[in-house]
C-alpha cells in the first residue's frame, strides 16, 4: 500500500490535529518539538508533514500531500477547489467586521475601506452586499488600522474578541463560521479512497464517544 501523505499546519492547530490523530492510533512518530517537518508512520503507511498555515491547501491542491487539516478561511481565501470531507468538532471562531463603536459598515456608495490579510474573503462578502471597498492588505498587527486612520473596518478571524476590545474595537458583523476541516486533493482522493475514509470513519466514531472539542 502505498504511503499517504498529511499535511498539517504548525502551531495550535496542528497539536490539536496531533493529538487527535494519537486518539485514533496514528502517528506516534510525529514530535512537534522537533525541528523536522516530515515525520513517518511505517505502521499505518503514512507521512505526515508540518507547514505554515497557509500552505496546507497548496500542498494538497497540488497533489504533494493527499489530505489535510485546516481551517475553513484558509480554503475559503485560497479559492481552492479540494475536496472538504469532513468538519473537526474543534477550534470553532468566526469571521468578522470590526471596528470602532457605532461605525456604519454599510455607506451606499461611498468606498469603505478594509484592512485584512483574507482579501479574496472580504472582496467576495461585501460584493454580495453591495458595498464598494477599498482592501488595504495587512498581514500583522491589523486592529491598529481603525485606531491610525488606515481604515474604516478590519476583516478577520475573532475567537474571544479579548484583542479586539483591547484595542478600542467591537464585532460590528458576523460573516462566517470557521473550524478545523479535512480536506483532500480531487485526484489523490479516488485512488487513495479507501485509506483516507478509513481515517475519517474513525475520527468520526471518536467524534461522537467523546466530546473532543478541548482537544
Known amino acids: 500500500m502505498d504511503y499517504l501523505t498529511v499535511a498539517l499546519a504548525k502551531g495550535r492547530l496542528g497539536e490539536q490535529?496531533?493529538?487527535?490523530?494519537?486518539k485514533i492510533g496514528i502517528g506516534k512518530s510525529l514530535d512537534l518539538n522537533s525541528r523536522r517537518l516530515v515525520f513517518e508512520d511505517e505502521e499505518n503507511k503514512i507521512k505526515f508533514?508540518?507547514?505554515?498555515?497557509?500552505?496546507?491547501?497548496t500542498y494538497v491542491d497540488n497533489g504533494v500531500a493527499d489530505i489535510g487539516i485546516v481551517g475553513k478561511d484558509m480554503v475559503k481565501e485560497s479559492l481552492s477547489k479540494v475536496f472538504?470531507?469532513?468538519n473537526l468538532s474543534f477550534g470553532?471562531?468566526?469571521?468578522?467586521?470590526?471596528?470602532?463603536?457605532?461605525?456604519?459598515v454599510y455607506r451606499n456608495n461611498a468606498i469603505l475601506k478594509v484592512a485584512t490579510k483574507f482579501t479574496n474573503s472580504a472582496k467576495a462578502y461585501f460584493d454580495l452586499k453591495g458595498q464598494r471597498i477599498q482592501i488595504i492588505t495587512l498581514n500583522g498587527s491589523v486592529e491598529l488600522a481603525p485606531k491610525l486612520g488606515l481604515a474604516d473596518v478590519i476583516v478577520d478571524i475573532?475567537?474571544?474578541?479579548?484583542?479586539?476590545?483591547?484595542?478600542?474595537?467591537?464585532?460590528?458583523?458576523?460573516?462566517f463560521d470557521i473550524n478545523p476541516v479535512?480536506?483532500?486533493?480531487?485526484?489523490?482522493?479516488?485512488?487513495?479512497?479507501?485509506?483516507?475514509?478509513?481515517?475519517?470513519?474513525?475520527?468520526?466514531?471518536?467524534?461522537?464517544?467523546?466530546?473532543?472539542?478541548?482537544?
Do not use: P, W
Open 17 to 22: 490535529s496531533a493529538e487527535l490523530f494519537g
Open 182 to 215: 479535512i480536506i483532500a486533493n480531487r485526484i489523490g482522493y479516488k485512488f487513495k479512497m479507501k485509506q483516507i475514509d478509513g481515517i475519517i470513519a474513525k475520527i468520526g466514531e471518536l467524534e461522537r464517544k467523546h466530546d473532543v472539542k478541548n482537544i
Open 49 to 57: 508533514m508540518l507547514l505554515k498555515n497557509s500552505d496546507v491547501v
Open 84 to 86: 472538504q470531507l469532513h
Open 158 to 175: 475573532v475567537e474571544t474578541g479579548s484583542t479586539l476590545r483591547a484595542n478600542g474595537l467591537e464585532v460590528l458583523e458576523e460573516m
Open 92 to 104: 470553532y471562531c468566526k469571521m468578522c467586521i470590526a471596528g470602532e463603536k457605532g461605525k456604519t
